[in-house]
């Protein structure tokens, strides 16, 4: 069993703070056998558990942090927890312990980091199309800005907006009571269909939540599925991880 391969992970050159340090693993490695193929750290794949988690271990390794990353089961939802080794059903972890990373699993769905610009907390939160729906985002600014503190976002790899075609109920979610989500949205060719910009629509969210300091990553899990998992465009497949901690 190979180790993933830690220069083949994305080190985006964000740095709200000195403290501040963020990572995206990719799929490159030789752990798991198709349709996993690569370094795949979800559990609810269809992996064997324990390659997952000799891949969760390899990563802790690889980052050399004091604390192994917290890890989460997503549910699409609004859950926020605190960062321990219990591995809770929440789509949002954060800390303001140094040495303990937060991390959210994606394979087209949106991860978005977010720090308090005095680097004194940091979290992860999982925001696909439902979450963001839901309202993800506002409650992780409520966890992280109780009192206003100043926060900063990174918008992770995800599917893009070329990429991403949705049907009506997922234009509509967005549309029907919010007339300003429409600019996240391109009519597509399909009739009945639109290409959606996850993005975009953070993007919306979190400027209206009153975080302004927002950088966004390159990549599409779909155009850069060499790199990156992608649900949409590979069916049954694994998951890879957008991490963040303080040092």
């Known amino acids: 069993m190979k180790s993933p391969h830690l220069g ?6 964000w740095r709200p703070h000195p403290r501040v340090r963020v990572v995206v693993t990719t799929r490159i490695g030789d752990i798991s056998p198709p349709p996993w193929q690569g370094v795949n750290l979800g559990l609810n794949t269809g992996d064997d558990p324990e ?38 059903e929440a789509d949002g972890v954060w800390t303001a312990q140094p040495g303990r990373p937060c991390g959210v699993l994606t394979a087209d769905c949106l991860p ?20 963001l729906q839901a309202g993800i985002l506002n409650a992780a ?11 900063a976002a990174w918008l992770g ?19 029907a009571s919010d007339a300003g989500a429409k600019s996240a949205f391109d ?9 959606a910009d996850l993005h975009h629509l953070a993007h919306l969210f979190l400027r209206r939540l009153g975080v302004t300091a927002i950088e966004r990553d390159g990549h599409c899990t779909v155009c850069h599925n060499h790199l990156l998992y992608s649900h949409r465009k590979e069916g049954s497949t694994g998951r890879f991880a957008s991490l963040i901690w303080l040092e």
């Open 187 to 195: 009519a597509d060719p399909e009739p009945g269909h639109w290409r």
């Open 141 to 151: 600014v409520e966890t992280l800005a109780p009192e206003g503190e100043a926060l």
């Open 157 to 175: 790899p995800c599917i893009c907006r070329r990429c991403y075609q949705v049907g009506k109920d997922v234009y509509q979610a967005f549309t």
């Open 112 to 131: 978005v980091l977010l720090a308090r610009t005095d680097g004194s907390a940091v979290g992860a939160f999982h925001a696909g199309w439902r979450g």
């Open 8 to 13: 083949a992970w994305l080190w985006p050159d």
């Open 51 to 88: 390659r997952v988690r000799a891949a969760r271990e390899k990563v802790h390794a690889g980052l050399a942090t004091a604390r192994a990353p917290a890890w989460l089961r997503q549910v699409h939802g609004t859950g926020v927890v605190e960062a321990d080794d219990h591995e809770p």
